[in-house]
């Protein structure tokens, strides 16, 4: 049995001056407590499957390896895990940008953006007006390829940021394009393959004693 399991970061102090990408932040208080409150399921899901667990971290970026380490010491990982394909998606001349000098440089760019956001739009109108901006299709199969070579009969934490996690669970619900997926902060969106698929579970699953699989 293969489990996969994303958790987007805690809050960030970038997070609060509207920074894409970039070098990162610390968490906020606030954010310590986000993953705090995020260790209980993952507790539960640890209970539940009495699986090997693996924490992967998409980047060193001070917010994600916070919540790692949170993470790693209360399912009793001594270390985190990287793999080259898993990262955040080259942003271009958009990374390390306030929403504000996103607007000032490249006003139709974030329009663009925006939409595929909102799920208006793909992401190719926003890859082609952001310079340098990765391929979403690279991207896509890039992240397909970590997602395949995870550990069987192991539960693998992901945690990273809302735009590679977006496209793990892209991967995980077999969607080919690169959608956005919302996540909160400290989200945690779990999946356990059937087979040759994932499916979906969420926090009642857990709590229910009767074995589904």
Same mark, same amino acid.
């Given at each position: 049995?293969?489990?996969?399991?994303?958790? =987007?970061?805690?809050?960030?102090? #970038?997070?609060?001056?509207?920074?894409?990408?970039?070098?990162? &932040?610390?968490?906020?208080? =606030?954010?310590?407590?986000?993953? &705090?409150?995020?260790?209980?399921?993952?507790?539960?899901?640890?209970?539940?499957?009495n699986?090997p667990?693996?924490?992967?971290?998409?980047?060193?970026?001070?917010?994600?390896?916070? &919540?790692?380490?949170?993470?790693? #010491?209360?399912?009793?990982? #001594?270390?985190? /895990?990287?793999?080259? =394909?898993?990262?955040?998606?080259?942003?271009? &001349?958009?990374?390390?940008?306030?929403?504000?000098?996103?607007q =000032?440089? !490249?006003?139709?760019?974030?329009?663009?953006?925006?939409?595929?956001?909102?799920?208006?739009a793909?992401?190719?109108?926003?890859?082609?007006?952001?310079?340098?901006?990765?391929? +979403?299709?690279? !991207?896509?199969q890039?992240?397909?390829?970590?997602?395949?070579s995870?550990d069987?009969?192991?539960? +693998?934490?992901?945690?990273?940021?809302? /735009?590679?996690? /977006?496209?793990?669970?892209?991967?995980?619900?077999?969607?080919?394009? !690169?959608?956005?997926?919302?996540?909160?902060?400290?989200?945690?969106?779990?999946?356990?393959?059937?087979?040759?698929?994932?499916?979906?579970?969420?926090?009642? +699953?857990?709590?229910?004693?009767?074995?589904?699989?």
């Open positions: 049995m293969k489990i996969v399991v994303c958790m =987007r970061h805690g809050e960030a102090y #970038k997070n609060l001056k509207n920074i894409d990408g970039g070098t990162g &932040s610390g968490l906020t208080e =606030r954010g310590i407590q986000q993953v &705090s409150e995020a260790l209980e399921e993952l507790q539960r899901l640890k209970e539940k499957y699986l667990v693996k924490v992967f971290v998409s980047c060193k970026r001070p917010q994600i390896v916070e &919540s790692g380490t949170l993470v790693a #010491k209360k399912m009793g990982v #001594k270390e985190l /895990s990287t793999d080259e =394909r898993f990262k955040p998606i080259r942003l271009g &001349s958009f990374n390390g940008l306030t929403k504000e000098e996103q =000032r440089k !490249y006003p139709d760019a974030l329009v663009a953006l925006k939409q595929w956001e909102n799920g208006e793909d992401i190719t109108e926003a890859e082609r007006l952001i310079p340098d901006m990765q391929k +979403s299709a690279e !991207y896509f890039q992240v397909k390829g970590f997602i395949d995870l069987d009969d192991c539960i +693998s934490i992901l945690i990273g940021t809302r /735009s590679d996690l /977006s496209c793990v669970i892209n991967v995980l619900n077999e969607n080919v394009q !690169y959608k956005c997926n919302k996540m909160d902060f400290a989200q945690v969106v779990a999946a356990v393959e059937k087979g040759k698929h994932f499916e979906m579970i969420n926090d009642e +699953s857990l709590q229910d004693e009767d074995e589904r699989y």
